[in-house]
């Protein structure tokens, strides 16, 4: 499905089936010369076959087009090397793109996972049903790396890149000043909440994240199109609901936690989750490696606080809380 948004600017709808996330959000601008892609659904047939409908239908000429990549994740990133040409630049976090590097491998996560509770027996099929391990770019393309102020221009947009740290390390939002469009990636979701995971304790992304929310409140906008669903929202109220939830799950971890020790996965069993299963061991071994991610963000976060120790003197990574 295409919307025209404004002028010389459109959304193609991009499904992503058995994703809570429902859809995705890909941006096209329609330039003179060039033409612009901001993300591109996951690496398989039905996300590619809702992107060629909906750039038919918009006369967009690959060979002419350009692509940008909010970050890393695959729903953004996984059909870009099926779509870009040998004249496509392809803009890309410098930060994010090192997950592509070849020296990169998932083993260093499923460690740690395996430190914070996650039972070792299903770290396996955890990594098999992950999208970013089925759907990402068939082979890695090269990249126009781009840093936080830098600017690309498309049919009249001037899009001003924003370093937004916190849903990745290496998340970039695009500021059109002019126009007062801010295009948000997955920093800020108007019907659902991002996801905030840490799967290392040398990064605090829950830190990082409300920080990146700081950075964009007072940007003047009238328009935000995020990465998925709705555009319907105000970017400041949407900011306040964002950092409040936050803290209202941070609380929800110092709770669960009680007075006993516990490790990230007993924590996110016992957190409450939006989704449609009874118990915690209904949940699909996805869906428990990204709660896990999430509990994690929040017990990093909690540590950076004061409000929590972290117990590392043995197999498995234990949190007591401190209490005044
Ligand atoms: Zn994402």
């Known amino acids: 499905m295409v919307n025209e948004i404004r002028k ?51 006369g967009i000429d690959l060979n002419k087009t350009d692509f940008m990549l909010t970050h890393m994740h695959a729903d953004h990133t996984g059909l870009v090397s099926r779509l870009a040409s040998e004249t496509s630049r392809i803009f890309f976090s410098r930060i994010d793109s090192q997950v592509f590097d070849e020296d990169n491998s998932w083993q260093p996560l499923i460690d740690f996972a395996e430190i914070n509770g996650f039972p070792a027996d299903e770290l ?21 790396l781009i840093d936080d102020g830098d600017v690309i221009e498309c049919g009249g947009y001037r899009l001003q890149c924003v370093a937004t740290p916190g849903h990745t390390q290496g998340h970039i939002c695009l500021y059109e000043k ?16 991002p996801h905030i995971e840490s799967w290392a304790y040398t990064t605090n992304s829950l830190a ?9 409140y007072n940007l003047p906008v009238d328009l935000v199109l995020p990465g998925h669903r709705n555009f319907l929202g105000n970017l400041k109220g949407r900011i306040d609901e964002l950092k409040a939830h936050h803290r209202e799950r941070a609380d929800e971890v110092m709770e669960v936690l009680g007075s006993e020790p516990l490790n990230a996965y007993e924590i996110a069993a016992g957190m409450t989750w939006d989704i449609d ?39 498995i990574i234990t949190f007591r809380a401190i209490r005044n």
């Not at 002019?178 to 659902?192: E, R």
Request: with cysteine; net charge positive; proline share 5%.
């Open 8 to 58: 010389r600017l459109y959304r193609i709808i991009v499904p992503l089936p058995n994703s809570p996330l429902k859809d995705l959000n890909s941006y096209v601008i329609k330039g003179e010369d060039r033409n612009l892609i901001i993300d591109t659904g996951f690496n398989r047939s039905v996300c590619y076959e809702a992107m060629q409908k909906g750039l038919v239908e918009l």
């Open 124 to 144: 396996q099929k955890a990594l098999n049903s992950h999208p970013g391990f089925k759907y990402s770019p068939e082979k890695v393309p090269k990249f126009h």
């Open 178 to 193: 002019d126009k007062k469009i801010f295009f948000s990636g997955d920093h800020v979701l108007f019907d659902i909440t």
């Open 208 to 216: 990082d994240y409300m920080a990146s929310l700081d950075k964009v």
């Open 277 to 315: 299963c009874e118990t915690w061991e209904d949940f699909p071994i996805a869906q428990k490696w990204f709660a896990t991610g999430e509990a994690i963000a929040h017990l990093r976060y909690l540590e950076g606080e004061g409000r929590i120790t972290r117990n590392t003197k043995q197999k």
